[in-house]
């Protein structure tokens, strides 16, 4: 009867867990756990990698890095038909967006148009980028201006207000009518130029376009 006991031992024995494969089961968490930190912080790192490492000597940023970052918020926007639709669905892609009221107006209307043909300078790059209109209140948007923009692709949501000054800040006493915003394919917003554009501020802002789009190249892919 003693053999079939020490065959029991010995696979008890067997089964118990050693130090080091303890250790090195918790070593794996950490290295994921650091994982997921540096991909959240990438697109970050990468802007001011291009913007203060990258870009060449003497030459200025035009765009105004927004930091802290700030994450796009788990909300639902609605489409001009009150479909809801998460404000993330809009992500895979550098977004150009562009918040006023519904109402859209002359200026409004001037710097939608500028918005329009920004993204259109980007050339081949422009199909990694989307250009989006936020509407901040409930106001009735003109049935031949929704048309104009969504044949040119433009994206049409509303979004509470107090969202989206959370998600696309701006300077003390400014609105957020007078910024164009660049938010990258994980919904962080990292840029805002000015939406007043001329040519020589249009080719400025194209050229910090271009630069965050030429160093995410590793990890973004065009559409969604």
């Not at 000597?57 to 035009?62: D, L, S």
């Not at 300077?171 to 994980?186: E, K, L, N, T």
Request: aromatic content about 6%.
């Amino acid at each position: 009867m003693s053999e079939p006991s020490q065959e029991m031992l010995g696979l008890a024995v067997h089964s118990m867990p050693t130090p080091g494969v303890a250790a090195s089961s918790a070593l794996t968490g950490r290295l994921k756990l650091l994982a997921i930190l540096v991909a959240c912080s990438l697109p970050l790192l990468v802007a001011y990698f291009v913007f203060y490492v990258v870009r060449p000597h003497g030459e200025a940023a035009f765009g105004e890095l927004i930091t802290p970052v700030r994450t796009m918020p788990d909300v639902q926007a609605t489409d001009l038909q009150g479909r809801a639709m998460p404000l993330s669905s809009l992500k895979a892609q550098w977004l150009l967006v562009k918040v006023d009221a519904g109402a859209c107006m002359n200026d409004c209307q001037k710097r939608l148009t500028v918005l329009r043909q920004f993204r259109l300078m980007l050339g081949k790059d422009m199909e990694r980028v989307d250009w989006l209109w936020l509407i901040n209140d409930q106001a009735v948007v003109d049935e031949k201006l929704q048309t104009l923009l969504q044949r040119d692709q433009a994206k049409i949501l509303r979004v509470d207000a107090k969202v989206l000054q959370a998600w696309l800040p701006t300077p003390p006493s400014q609105v957020q009518s007078d910024y164009f915003y660049v938010v990258d394919p994980m919904g962080n917003t990292m840029m805002r130029f000015p939406a007043q554009l001329d040519s020589a501020a249009a080719a400025k802002a194209k050229r910090d376009m271009e630069h965050l789009l030429r160093a995410s190249l590793a990890w973004d892919a065009p559409g969604r």
